[in-house]
């Protein structure tokens, strides 16, 4: 698998964008980042001219400043838009936002009949439908797309697979039903629905989904380090891999992009992990029959708007970047928290702690080290200020949180692992909370994106590098202490 | 009969922009060509500096040659051009 064409964009823009920034003259260098990158005379490589290519990249370059796309009045300039961005106190609390014009507007999801029908006499696709939709005409079949549910039951039943439904690549890949088309077919996002899980930001072809990005925030305060201001990162477990060189290198690139200092999130997770088995012990001598895991925030958020009632068996423990941001405020209250991660949905968990000041993603702080010329592999090892478990370090990929909850935990434990959050796997989650029970274990750990983290929206490489890298870490990390 | 010689740039630059998905060809390259091909993840090999703002990471060097923009397919058919 080679990295798709829009990701490439994307992380131009933002290169460009904090660039910009470090130029001096922001504003200016901003509003010039589409003529940048499609100068006069260029080859059109993707729309149908420059102009549009200009048009998308002007769009891509509004959520890379931070704003939301469908509030363009397209008159505001790029220039203004990173004057905006420099003022602002707070980022938005919706992170994604699409861009319309790069949406091409797909064709509906529906069910038709292609041209292979052979117009045969079993009729099995008429038979089949139990709607009635299907009747025939000019010796071929044909669907009434006002009666058709959509049911898909005429696909396998013809004989000569000669009907096919057209999908919709993100409204296939969300898992709650929060995309929905505009009467013009434009893709929108229902906010009411939406869990910021990401899964349309990588699936949408066109690359139309965007976060905004939080870039020109931190870039702001990396500014302020001077004023003596600290900013400190937080590292997800899923790090390992993303970038080159190990862990202890990478904290000196981060530090030499301009943070004072860095933690990982594994830390706190060392707490989760404590909170949890031990939660997970307690329940278990109540006789509640399963746990689930409370980590992930994609999940989060689906419990939060889609399945309330499942929170009786939930796991109060707090996530680790909870812990991890507590912890570093309480060293250093005056200090500007920024969690780097692979996740979009992680915005929406940091909007509503305190603690957390930022969310930036591994395209992001990618983007920076490209920016200011920072080579991981040139940085000296640094050591982390507490070292953390491998248990802890192991969180970022699946079945790392219930061998780490079973590690600590007393009770046996018989885990169950939702790898990625799909309409299979909801109704897992359903059936369970309707029995009261699950049939195939009692821990239950949840990860929105299929092999945990390192699948997440804004990773840098594949997962299977990703949890090499991090086989490698964990054979020199420690076991978590167990306590008597 | 000489080797090819594959460099995948593993520099920050290129990792960033896409190499970190080449690294599958150090497994596959050997299954595909056999000995014929010497292939290797490499430190910046400095075309994202000498290159700078318009270059296109992440970057290959195959026999010395360097393919930006480099994919699976296009370091691929570069190796089959070469044999
Ligand atoms: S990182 Fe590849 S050429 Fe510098």
């Known amino acids: 698998m080679s990295v798709k064409q829009f990701i490439q964009l994307k992380k131009e823009v933002l290169i460009r964008i904090i660039r910009a920034f470090l130029s001096g003259d922001f504003a200016n260098n901003a509003r010039l980042i589409p003529f940048e990158m499609r100068p006069k005379g260029t080859e059109v490589s993707y729309r149908c001219c420059i102009y549009k290519e200009r048009a998308v990249l002007r769009d891509r370059v509004i959520a890379g400043l931070g704003f939301s796309i469908e509030d363009d009045d397209e008159i505001t300039e790029l220039a203004q838009y990173a004057n905006r961005a420099l003022e602002r106190k707070k980022p938005h609390f919706q992170p994604l936002t699409i861009i319309d014009i790069a949406c091409k507007g797909c064709a509906a999801t529906r069910v038709f009949v292609t041209d292979i029908c052979q117009g045969c006499v079993a009729r099995m696709c008429m038979q089949s439908c139990k709607f009635n939709a299907i009747t025939f005409a000019a010796g071929k079949s044909v669907i009434d797309a006002k009666k058709c549910k959509n049911c898909k039951m005429c696909i396998s039943a013809c004989p000569y697979g000669a009907i096919a439904q057209i999908r919709v690549p993100c409204e296939d890949s969300c898992p709650v039903d929060a995309i929905e088309k505009n009467e013009n077919g434009i893709a929108r996002i229902d906010y009411e629905r939406c869990i910021s899980c990401g899964k349309c930001i990588i699936n949408c072809p066109f690359g139309a989904v965007h976060e905004k990005s939080q870039i020109v925030d931190v870039l702001k305060n990396l500014e302020n380090k001077s004023k003596g201001v600290k900013i400190i990162a937080m590292t997800a477990p899923s790090i390992a891999g993303q970038f080159p060189g190990d862990i202890y290198q990478l904290k000196s690139a981060i530090i030499k992009a301009g943070f004072t200092d860095v933690y990982e999130v594994a830390m706190g997770a060392d707490i989760t992990i404590k909170n949890e088995a031990a939660e997970f012990d307690e329940r278990m001598k109540e006789g509640v029959p399963f746990m689930t895991t409370s980590c992930c925030a994609g999940y989060n958020g689906f419990i939060k708007k889609h399945l309330p009632d499942i929170k009786k068996y939930v796991s109060d423990t707090k996530t680790p970047l909870y812990y991890t941001a507590q912890k570093v405020k309480s060293l250093y209250p005056s200090a500007i928290t920024v969690f780097i991660g692979p996740c979009v949905a992680k915005k929406n968990e940091a909007f509503y702690n305190d603690n957390i000041d930022y969310v930036i993603n591994y395209e992001e702080l990618g983007a920076l080290f490209i920016a200011k010329n920072i080579e991981v592999l040139d940085c000296e090892k640094s050591e982390y200020g507490v070292e953390s478990s491998k248990q802890g370090r192991g969180f970022g990929v699946t079945s790392g949180v219930a061998k780490a909850v079973s590690f600590l935990a007393k009770t046996q434990s018989d885990p169950v692992l939702i790898n990625g959050l799909n309409k299979q796997t909801i109704n897992v989650l359903k059936q369970a909370l309707r029995e009261g029970k699950c049939a195939q274990g009692n821990i239950v750990e949840v990860m929105c994106c299929e092999n945990g983290c390192v699948g997440g929206n804004a990773v840098i490489c594949s997962a299977k590098t990703a949890q090499n890298a991090l086989n490698k870490l964990l054979e020199k990390s420690k076991d978590i202490k167990k306590e008597n | ?83």
């Open chain 2, 1 to 83: 009969m000489k080797k090819i010689d594959v460099k995948i740039c593993l520099g920050t630059s290129c990792y960033v922009m896409g190499s970190s998905y080449l690294q599958e060809l150090v497994d596959m390259i050997p299954l595909k060509f056999g000995d014929k091909v010497n292939i290797v993840g490499h430190n910046c090999l400095g075309e994202c500096v000498s290159r700078g703002e318009h270059g296109k990471p992440p970057y290959v060097q195959i026999d010395g040659e360097i393919v930006e923009s480099a994919t699976i397919e296009k370091v691929l058919e570069h190796i089959e051009k070469k044999l």
